[in-house]
């Protein structure tokens, strides 16, 4: 069953975010095939609000875990806090799951 990672940045931090933003997206598209969605989250005017969410194809919650400390934002120090949901996948893209 899919979990959700949902990270918060450190305050101040927007500079390691930018610092390490190239090697988070080749991190990403080396592990596409367990993305379901993924994406940093945004203000209303769509500036960044310092963090992310990532929807992952993992069975358990170690797996999730080990993913997000894979990430090299997570190596950088850049997160505050992050979360790990457990998630059940009802409709993507308009598709019904259930």
Known sequence: MPYII???DKPGHQHVRQAHRA????????HKELLLACGAKLDDDGTDLGGGLYVVAL???????RFIEADP????GLFERVTL????????????YL
Not at 85 to 96: E, M, P, S
């Open 6 to 8: 949902e990270t918060f």
């Open 23 to 30: 090697a988070h997206l080749e991190f990403l598209n080396r």
């Open 59 to 65: 069975d358990s919650r170690e797996e999730a875990q």
């Open 73 to 76: 934002f997570h190596a950088a």
């Open 85 to 96: 949901t457990r998630w059940r996948k009802a409709y993507v893209a308009g598709q019904c």
